[in-house]
């Protein structure tokens, strides 16, 4: 079935890299997507990833995914506060009708 | 400015009241979807539309309606709100079902 699993919480100190994770289950994903939610505010689409490729890099993103292992992951470099949010993975797939099926969201605290 | 707007941002209510919250785009995008966002459940789609007049469910429709007569709107209703539909709910739309989703900031319902 669908599933996305994230852990739940991860604490870096600022100017440290951010390592979020994600495995999913679906091996029929189109598109992979990490979407951060800042306190009281709504999604920001921050990158996403076509399911044929293995890495982006976005300035200071990188998506990495490894389709055998069903494991994405996003490394934020150079963290700094601004970048405590939520952050959300999230998956569509083919013949589904454009349904984003998420994760329940990794938490980033980023201490100064 | 390409965005999509929700109405209201915040709404507390009783339940049985009917209500609706609204959702609007100005990117001229065919696919348009809610979701709702609950602790550790990540979101979790109710309803979504292909194009004007065509809605179909998602994972979580019970107790909720939604109309599509126009391209840009996609009001989504609450014929009699319960408690467990207390939630944050996020509209989103895309030019099409296989396009980049983009979301609304989101409206905070209270069901008391």
């Known amino acids: 079935g669908e599933d996305v699993e994230q852990s739940l919480f991860l604490s870096v100190r600022e100017g440290d890299s951010s390592v979020i994770n994600c495995t999913y289950t679906d091996s029929s994903s189109t598109y992979l997507y990490w979407y951060k939610q800042e306190p009281g505010a709504g999604l920001q689409l921050l990158t996403y990833?076509?399911?044929?490729?293995d890495m982006k890099q976005d300035q200071r993103l990188t998506v990495l995914l490894n389709k055998k292992d069903k494991h994405l992951s996003l490394r934020i470099a150079d963290t700094q506060t601004g970048d405590s949010a939520i952050y959300f993975c999230?998956?569509?797939?083919?013949?589904?009708?454009?349904?984003?099926?998420f994760g329940q969201g990794t938490t980033l605290q980023v201490k100064p | 400015e390409a965005q999509v707007t929700q109405n209201p941002r915040y709404l507390i209510t009783v339940t049985g009241k009917k209500l609706t919250v609204t959702c609007s785009q100005n990117?001229?995008?065919?696919?348009m979807s809610w979701y709702r966002q609950d602790p550790g459940l990540g979101l979790r789609q109710i309803y979504y539309s292909m194009n004007v007049e065509v809605t179909d469910k998602g994972d979580v429709p019970e107790g909720y309606k939604v109309s599509r007569k126009e391209k840009r709107n996609f009001p989504l209703i609450l014929e009699s709100p319960s408690p467990n539909q207390t939630s944050l709910y996020f509209c989103?739309?895309?030019?099409?079902?296989?396009?980049?989703?983009?979301f609304g900031p989101g409206t905070r319902l209270l069901v008391l």
């Open positions: 990833i076509f399911s044929n490729m």
């Open positions: 990117m001229n995008h065919e696919y």
């Open positions: 999230a998956e569509t797939f083919s013949g589904n009708t454009g349904k984003l099926i």
């Open positions: 989103a739309s895309s030019l099409s079902w296989q396009e980049t989703q983009y």
